[in-house]
């Protein structure tokens, strides 16, 4: 009976007892979509050692915290995980139920999903409810990109998405708000398990991921070739940024597709975001208009990138890119 379930619940993913930026976003939607169905919102903890972060979870927005803190669940592991929530939404019926769409996120989602026979809307970026008819709207740009799709779970509970970090905001940290804990047991034994997580290797590249970089230097087409981008590597080693590009760069071959801005690559909202070389194209814009201060160089007065630009310099970037960092390097001395 769907009369059943009820309340909105937040997957609250920590690593090492650290809480991922995208669940605290999600407390922020989730908050939006609790208040409008007048229900709770809960987050849903699981570790080893980490039920001091409930307070940090309720002054982000959740009414209640379920916390299961098993030695078995310290770090990350599908099965474990998996058992762990679907014990809870079993007892407890959350008619929506949201996750990050992190590797971890997408790979619990999923899992879930399949156990407990429910629909899953991937990689969301928009999210509201049909109050009539306690639907969750789920909106996701899909067929490649060129529409976006409002997904809804007619006929089974909870209603679940993943949702794109950096898409939706945060609550303001309120340490006066307050909240219920509720602990619960779980029954896991490690001679259970099928994995064994044997070591965990960091990446240990200087360079902060595109997601979480404060400044991001990202270059477009317009820089030429190849070795014309090599500016752009340069420009971010000397101001210590992270290099992000466009569609075309990356199926150019000149990046991966992980530092791939846009519709169909990273959602980001750095402090500086330098586009250089770039038109500006709205499957672009779409990732990075968020940014606090936007530095366009083209050479192009008509592209659309300076539309959303902060300080816009029309010229060529390979004229202007060598002098920037000659610049910036006068400034360090
Ligand atoms: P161009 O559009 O070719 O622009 C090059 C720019 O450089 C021009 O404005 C030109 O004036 C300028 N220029 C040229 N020479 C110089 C110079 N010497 N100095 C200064 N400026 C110069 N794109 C993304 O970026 N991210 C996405 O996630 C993404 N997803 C997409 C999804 C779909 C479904 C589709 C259809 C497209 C998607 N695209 C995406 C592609 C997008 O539409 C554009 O084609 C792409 O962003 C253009 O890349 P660009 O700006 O590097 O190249």
Known sequence: MFEDYRGVWVFIEQNEGEI?????????????LAD??????????????????????????????????????KDYRTESYMKGVIQLAEKFKPEIFLYGATPNGKDLASAVATDLSTGLTADTTMLDVDLDNRLLEASRPAFGGNIMA???????RPQMATVRPKVMKALEKDNS???KIIEEEIFLQEEDMRTKVLKIVKDITKKARLTDAHV???GGKGMGDLQG????????ETIGATVGGTRDVVEAGWLPHEQQVGQTGETITPKIYFAIGISGAIQHIVGMKNSEFIIAINKDPNAPIFDVATYGIVGDAIEIVPKLIEQFKVMQK
């Open 216 to 218: 991001v230097v990202a």
């Open 177 to 179: 708000r307050v909240g």
């Open 150 to 156: 409002t997904i809804l779970c007619k006929k089974h």
């Open 229 to 236: 981008f090599q500016l752009i590597h340069e420009l971010a």
């Open 36 to 73: 409008k169905l007048s229900v709770p919102l809960s987050g849903v903890l699981l570790g080893h050692d980490v039920k001091g972060l409930c307070p940090e979870i309720i002054s982000y927005g959740a009414d209640q915290v379920f916390v299961v803190d098993h030695p078995v669940l």
């Open 20 to 32: 991922e930026g995208v669940s605290l976003e999600l407390l922020g939607a989730g908050r939006k």
